[in-house]
């Protein structure tokens, strides 16, 4: 099992120009997820998808939109790039919502996307 | 005010010693808390997540719940070189990271 893949692991943008970033997994999670991670802020969340068919916003969700194209796909796109986008994107997935029931359900990471904006 | 907040570091201990990472957090109605550690350059990976207050031990690790005090904290023993890395605490209802503590273990 490969886990959670992403792709491109690199990406240089202008500022003003798209792009979509891929991520994938096999671990049959219904939970999906976009975190940025910049230095000194810690991961912060994008967009969440609980389920197959529904997203919702997380912290940071302006200037991002997300699809949920299936179980295993959740991709991020940036409509039109601003160097306060440049940072490193990880996609996570888990097998239920974190607190579904009475137990905390685990994050798995992806390798993650370095994205600059110049 | 972060929801979950931790001390930056660096934490310098050597090797062989006790290191004790804090984390704190502002939700009371939080249940549930995660420990991951992110080496340099590399992707967060799981550590122990703790939900009871008290403590839980897995090998060298151990997570403590405070739920009164609103505070996590996890001990690594006989600390190694290998544990050099930044450690992420998160939790709280939205899942809430914490900007990390990095941990530098002295030969």
């Known amino acids: 099992n490969a886990g959670v893949t992403q792709t491109p692991k690199f990406q240089v943008l202008k500022t003003g120009q798209s792009m979509t970033l891929q991520c994938a997994q096999d671990m049959n999670h219904n939970s999906m997820y976009w975190y940025r991670q910049d230095p000194g802020m810690g991961l912060r969340l994008i967009y969440y998808s609980a389920s197959e068919g529904t997203t919702d916003k997380g912290e940071v969700p302006n200037g991002y939109n997300v699809s949920r194209l299936n179980k295993r796909e959740f991709s991020l796109r940036l409509e039109s790039a601003a160097p306060s986008q440049t940072s490193v994107y990880f996609c996570a997935s888990s097998e239920r919502g974190y607190t579904s029931g009475d137990r905390p359900y685990e994050q798995y990471f992806g390798p993650g996307t370095r994205l600059t904006v110049t | 005010q972060k929801e979950v907040e931790q001390n930056s570091g660096p934490l310098s201990v050597p090797e062989g010693a006790i290191a004790s990472l804090n984390c704190t957090y502002s939700d009371r109605g939080s249940q549930s808390f995660f420990w991951y550690r992110q080496y340099s350059g590399k992707s967060p990976e799981l550590i122990m997540f703790?939900?009871?207050?008290g403590d839980k031990e897995d090998g060298r690790f151990t997570a403590q719940l405070n739920k009164a005090s609103q505070y996590v904290s996890l001990l690594i023993r006989d600390s190694q070189p290998s544990d050099s890395a930044t450690y992420l605490c998160?939790?709280?209802?939205?899942?809430?990271f914490g900007s990390g503590t990095r941990l530098q273990v002295q030969p």
């Open positions: 703790i939900y009871s207050n």
């Open positions: 998160a939790g709280g209802r939205a899942l809430t």
